[in-house]
C-alpha cells in the first residue's frame, strides 16, 4: 500500500498484479511500463533471499514469458525494493554478473533509520538525485550486498553513509545499498523509499524544511512517471 501511494503520488496509474496472475497467463505485461517489486516476505522467506519467488518466475513458462518480453522492450522501467531487490538479483535482473544478497553481518534482523548518499549517477530515477544525502528506512534479514569485483564495474546508485555498522546495517561490500543496470532503467535496492515520502514518516528531518509536503525522495518516482511518459508519446 505504502508503495502503490507512492507511485499514484506521483501520477501513475497503479494495479496489482499476482504471481498467480502471471502464472496463469490472466496478467501477461504488454500495458504496463514499470513494474515494482514490492518489498515484504515472499515464502515467509523460509525459502532465504528470494529464492522462491524467483522460482516462481523460472519455473513458471507464462510467468517467465511475461517477464522475458517486459525486460526485451525498451519503453520499459522495474524497481525491486527490499526483498524485491533479492528478487531482482537473483534473477539477474541489473545485468550485473556476480551480484549475491548475503544475511546481515549482525546475523538477525536489522530495521532502522539511516542515512543515504547518492553518488553521481545516470539512472531514470535517482539521477537527479546525484550528490544528496538523505535519511531513509532498512528492514531486512538478508540485505548484505556480496561484490566480488572493483566497485567500478557496478552501477551504483546508493551507499549507506557511513561504514561501521548500524550505519551499514548489513556490512555491504563498499557500503551498497543499491544498484541499476547500465543503461539506467532497473534499479534493484534495500531500503525502502516508499516508508519515507512524507518528512512525518522519517525518524529524523532537517528543522528548517519540517513544512515540505513530501520529501526528496517522492522525485525518484515522478521521474520515472515523466521518462515513461516521453518513451511512450
Not at 32 to 52: P, Q, T
Amino acid at each position: 500500500r505504502e508503495m502503490a501511494y507512492s507511485l499514484y503520488l506521483a501520477g501513475f496509474d497503479v494495479k496489482d498484479v499476482m504471481m498467480t496472475d502471471l502464472i496463469s497467463g490472466r496478467e501477461t505485461l504488454e500495458d504496463i511500463n514499470m513494474i515494482v517489486f514490492c518489498g515484504g516476505f515472499s515464502n515467509s522467506d523460509v525459502l532465504g533471499s528470494a529464492k522462491g519467488w524467483a522460482g516462481a518466475f523460472l519455473f513458471n513458462p507464462k510467468a517467465k514469458e511475461a517477464l522475458d518480453k517486459f525486460y526485451a522492450r525498451p519503453d520499459t522501467l522495474s524497481l525491486g525494493i527490499c526483498n524485491g531487490c533479492q528478487l531482482m538479483v537473483e534473477l539477474g535482473l541489473t545485468g550485473d554478473k556476480g551480484v549475491k544478497m548475503l544475511h546481515n553481518d549482525s546475523h538477525k534482523f536489522e530495521s532502522g533509520f539511516v542515512s543515504l548518499v547518492i553518488p553521481e549517477n545516470k539512472s531514470v530515477m535517482f539521477g537527479s538525485l546525484s550528490g544528496n544525502k538523505l535519511g531513509i528506512w532498512v528492514a531486512h534479514g538478508e540485505g548484505k550486498f556480496s561484490m566480488p569485483e572493483a566497485e567500478s564495474n557496478y552501477h551504483i546508485i546508493a551507499k549507506y553513509n557511513y561504514a561501521g555498522y548500524p550505519a551499514n546495517p548489513n556490512g555491504s561490500d563498499y557500503n551498497v545499498a543499491g544498484i541499476c543496470s547500465k543503461d539506467g532503467r532497473h534499479l534493484a535496492m534495500m531500503p525502502h523509499l516508499e516508508r519515507a515520502i512524507f518528512p512525518w514518516q522519517c525518524g529524523w528531518y532537517p528543522e528548517q524544511r519540517r513544512m515540505d509536503e513530501v520529501t526528496p525522495w517522492i522525485e525518484a518516482f515522478v521521474n520515472a512517471r515523466q521518462w515513461i511518459e516521453e518513451h511512450t508519446k
